[in-house]
């Protein structure tokens, strides 16, 4: 399959620290997303990086993507109480018709 | 701001029974998806839709699903006869580009 994969599982970090989560994927992409979901809601958007860019900044959020490894990795800075949520990364395979989501990682920011 | 819109925000049904649920995704978006999310697990596809036909489904859209744009504005997921694992978050989606726009998700309760 295609899905992309969330590593960790779960992570509990402290306010002010840096979040960082890990994304494969098995199959070509256009481009890779992440959002984000807070308990029982629909998913948020956050970012999107394309298949030939490396490196993306948002706001607190830095997107890497390796295409030869087939990963990415969402790093979260100064992370805060409302960070709290699941992440997941997404991936379009090929046709674009099929936006497949990993596993997520669940953060939880303590105060 | 445009934000995708579900109906009904939860349903309980006896097994065997059908159910309809109703989105209506934001106005210019071209393209729709249906997901299921079993609680606290993966995001699963469904299928999409465009161009008034389905473009992509999974191997859980199977004879019991069907998914219907019956006006310009309603896209709706029926489910035929419901099992007890039917049981999840059902999400709708649209997009315009790439990015999914999400709604608040139904939640369908078979007993």
């Known amino acids: 399959s295609q899905q992309g994969e969330e590593d960790p599982q779960a992570l509990s970090i402290q306010e002010g620290e840096n979040a960082t989560m890990n994304c494969s994927y098995k199959?070509?992409?256009?481009?890779l997303q992440w959002y984000r979901q807070n308990s029982g809601r629909g998913l948020v958007h956050l970012i999107l990086?394309?298949?030939?860019?490396r490196e993306k900044h948002s706001g607190r959020l830095r997107v890497t993507l390796d295409t030869s490894k087939k990963s990415s990795s969402l790093l979260i800075t100064a992370s805060r109480a409302a960070d709290t949520a699941s992440y997941f990364c997404?991936?379009?395979?090929?046709?674009?018709?099929?936006?497949?989501f990993g596993a997520g990682t669940r953060l939880f920011v303590k105060a | 701001e445009p934000e995708v819109t579900q109906t009904p925000s939860h349903q309980v049904t006896q097994m065997g029974q059908e159910v309809i649920l109703r989105c209506v995704p934001i106005?210019?978006?071209?393209?729709f998806y249906w997901y299921r999310q079993i609680l606290g697990q993966k995001v699963e596809f469904l299928v999409s839709f465009y161009n008034n036909e389905i473009s992509e489904k999974s191997e859980i859209f199977d004879d019991q699903f069907s998914v219907e744009r019956p006006d310009g504005s309603n896209f709706t997921l029926k489910i035929r006869s419901t099992k007890l694992e039917d049981s999840a978050m059902y999400f709708c989606?649209?997009?315009?580009?790439?990015?999914?726009?999400f709604g608040e998700g139904s939640r369908l309760t078979v007993l």
């Open positions: 990086i394309r298949s030939n860019e």
């Open positions: 989606a649209s997009r315009a580009v790439w990015e999914l726009f």
């Open positions: 199959t070509s992409i256009n481009n």
């Open positions: 997404a991936t379009d395979g090929d046709g674009g018709f099929k936006t497949i």
């Open positions: 106005s210019n978006h071209l393209y």
